[in-house]
């Protein structure tokens, strides 16, 4: 689950159970009509982990790559 992101019914779950410490909200970087969301569990040292929905593949790409 956490290395590939948190799907938006186990996000759901988390924030019922009190365990999300933060929610990051931001711009994908050369699209600005694109964003992400993430979230940090437990420790304020912890890394931010994706949301992912399940209505939409995962789109990533890497530089040189398109």
Known sequence: MIGKGIQEDV???LIEQQVVREAVV???AGNDSHWSLSVRLGSPS???IPVRSRREHLRTCAPGLA
């Open 46 to 48: 912890a890394r931010l």
């Open 11 to 13: 996000l759901r779950a």
């Open 26 to 28: 931001g711009r994908v």
